[in-house]
Nanobody
C-alpha cells in the first residue's frame, strides 16, 4: 500500500522558515519523481515544486522560486521542502504527491503551515 506521511509544519512568523518532510513507503521511491502541492483555505490545490527521481532536476512555481528548496533522500525514502522567507500567502496545507508536477493522485494527510504575526 502506497503511503505518504507529511510532517514539519507549524505556526511561523512572516519571514520565518520551516522544513517539511514526506516519508514514503509502499512503492519504489527512488524510481519516482515527486512533488509538493498545497491548498490554502477556500482554494484549490496548487502545485509548488517537483524533483526528478534522481534529484538531478527540480522545478518551482513562480510564487515560491528563490524561497523554497526541494530535495530528497532516496536512501531514507524521504522528500523534503525547505521553506524560507515565508509570508501569509504561504499559509496552506502542504502535501507530497508522486509524479512530476502532479497535483492530483495519492497524497498523505498533509502538514499545516500557518504564517502569522
Amino acid at each position: 500500500e502506497v503511503q505518504l506521511v507529511e510532517s514539519g509544519g507549524g505556526l511561523v512568523q512572516p519571514g520565518g522558515s520551516l522544513r517539511l518532510s514526506c516519508e514514503a513507503s509502499g512503492f519504489t521511491f527512488s524510481n519516482n519523481d515527486m512533488s509538493w502541492v498545497r491548498q490554502a483555505p477556500g482554494k484549490g490545490l496548487e502545485w509548488v515544486s517537483s524533483i526528478s527521481s534522481s534529484g538531478g532536476a527540480v522545478a518551482y512555481a513562480d510564487s515560491v522560486r528563490g524561497r523554497f528548496t526541494i530535495s530528497r533522500s532516496n536512501h531514507e525514502n524521504t522528500l523534503y521542502l525547505q521553506l524560507r522567507s515565508l509570508n501569509t500567502e504561504d499559509t496552506a496545507m502542504y502535501y507530497c504527491t508522486i509524479g512530476w508536477r502532479e497535483v492530483t493522485g495519492v497524497r498523505g494527510q498533509g502538514t499545516q503551515v500557518t504564517v502569522s504575526s
